[in-house]
T-cell receptor, first 113, second 112 residues
Framework: DAGVIQSPRHEVTEMGQEVTLRCKPI?????LFWYRQTMMRGLELLIY????????DSGMPEDRFSAKMPNASFSTLKIQPSEPRDSAVYFC???????????FGSGTQLSVL | DQQVKQNSPSLSVQEGRISILNCDYT??????FLWYKKYPAEGPTFLIS?????DKNEDGRFTVFLNKSAKHLSLHIVPSQPGDSAVYFC???????????FGTGTRLKVLA
């Protein structure tokens, strides 16, 4: 079992640039979540999908953030344009759905200069 | 507005003693609670959970207690070991929503 795979592990970019984070959930899991970790807010839920459909995106900070799940094995979180305050660790997690526990990836450390 | 609160950012405990990590929540519709442990440069990993129909769940050295009237849960680690040093997050979900709201975490340091 490969677990949830995120790429890249680290991303350093300049303000104004587009950033794309990628996630491959565990095979057979039908729910996928994007979280952002900051000191002030802890693990903050951005968006979650069920069966590839976005269910709740109320945590997406603003229109600069967008997420897609074109199929059951791939999701992206895009920030365009990026700003220094977006610097954080972004986690992807998946579950079997129906309230089952989450399995997290190792995260992407994003630094926007 | 933080629906799940961990008011202690950090905690230090001697090896072999009990570690008690606390979590408070505000949403009375939450009915399932989990604790996750996170080591540096890794994703959080599941530790233990409890449903609102119970007030205690035990798994080895880890026990979670739920006080619904106080909207409070706690994680007890007995005995604490140096390998338990990590950040601990509590999370809650409302049945039917399938989304988990996490707290800000408590950094536990177990001193040898």
């Amino acid at each position: 079992d490969a677990g949830v795979i995120q790429s890249p592990r680290h991303e350093v970019t300049e303000m104004g640039q587009e950033v794309t984070l990628r996630c491959k959930p565990i095979s057979g899991h039908n729910s996928l979540f994007w979280y952002r970790q900051t000191m002030m807010r802890g693990l903050e839920l951005l968006i979650y999908f069920n069966n590839n459909v976005p269910i709740d995106d109320s945590g997406m900070p603003e229109d600069r953030f967008s997420a897609k799940m074109p199929n059951a094995s791939f999701s992206t979180l895009k920030i365009q344009p990026s700003e220094p305050r977006d610097s954080a660790v972004y986690f992807c997690a998946s579950s079997r759905g129906g309230g089952e526990k989450l399995f997290f990836g190792s995260g992407t450390q994003l630094s926007v200069l | 507005d933080q629906q799940v609160k961990q008011n202690s950012p950090s905690l230090s405990v001697q090896e072999g003693r009990i570690s008690i990590l606390n979590c408070d929540y505000t949403n009375s519709m939450f009915d399932y609670f989990l604790w996750y442990k996170k080591y540096p440069a890794e994703g959080p990993t599941f530790l233990i959970s409890i449903s609102s129909i119970k007030d205690k769940n035990e798994d080895g050295r880890f026990t979670v207690f739920l006080n619904k009237s106080a909207k409070h849960l706690s994680l007890h680690i007995v005995p604490s070991q140096p390998g338990d040093s990590a950040v601990y997050f509590c999370a809650a979900s409302e049945r039917g929503t399938y989304k988990y709201i996490f707290g800000t975490g408590t950094r536990l340091k177990v001193l040898a």
